[in-house]
């Protein structure tokens, strides 16, 4: 696999591998390309590049790699929330299909409940860290609080995931922790996920109406 790996990069070049990766997170937020491939441009690709660093760390640099993702990962959320700022609603209401619907409804009470932290741990949830950002800029956040969300949230995910996926390669004795924080990953996205649901759950109303579509105005 290794010896496939050399080839493959000796062809193409570390630079177009960098820039395949960092092009697929960036358009993962950026162009809602995550909402219908979420595991190509999420985690599993962060971590499956990190390997591919790990195997071959002559040809791939574990920190250019990781620090590209991080900016393509800022990046990325940076447009979705001047998209949602100045689009407004109607950017979202053109998304079609009743999974993405459900969704942005979805998302919405998730940034009213979490307001700040939505934009921080929306990132490692897939269809949160596609719809948090417009939904941000559509709901009024002010933009430097955005903006500090969106740093510390992005930066971390895109830093940890792709190292993970690089000592799990890379170490054999690190392999074991690299794999135990991986899961730690996952299991705390997806009790994220179901905490922002379980609340969702309390806060409507007596009458069994959902959410309402308006966003809540954080500033």
Do not use: C, K
């Amino acid at each position: 696999m290794t010896q496939q790996l050399e080839d493959l990069l000796a062809h193409a070049g570390p630079i177009l591998f960098y820039l395949a990766v960092w092009g697929l997170v960036f358009v993962g937020t950026a162009l809602f390309v995550g909402i219908v491939l979420p595991f190509v441009t999420g985690d599993s690709l962060l971590f499956a590049a990190g390997i591919v660093s790990g195997l071959l760390p002559d040809r791939i640099s574990i920190v250019v790699l990781a620090a590209g993702v991080a900016v393509a990962a800022i990046a990325g959320d940076q447009v979705g929330f001047l998209l949602g700022r100045r689009l407004g609603r109607p950017y979202l209401t053109r998304r079609t299909g009743r999974w993405t619907r459900t969704a942005i409804r979805r998302t919405e009470r998730f940034y009213e409940l979490f307001g700040w932290w939505s934009v921080v741990i929306g990132r490692y949830i897939p269809w949160g860290r596609v719809l948090v950002p417009p939904i941000a800029g559509i709901g009024g956040m002010a933009y430097w609080r955005f903006l500090t969300a969106n740093v510390v949230g992005a930066f971390s995910w895109g830093v940890l995931i792709t190292v993970i996926g690089y000592f799990a390669a890379s170490d054999p004795t690190v392999r074991p922790i690299a794999y135990a924080v991986a899961g730690i990953v996952i299991v705390a996205s997806v009790v994220a996920g179901i905490r922002a649901w379980a609340l969702d759950r309390r806060r409507r109303d007596p009458a069994g109406n959902g959410p309402t579509d308006a966003p809540h105005q954080a500033s």
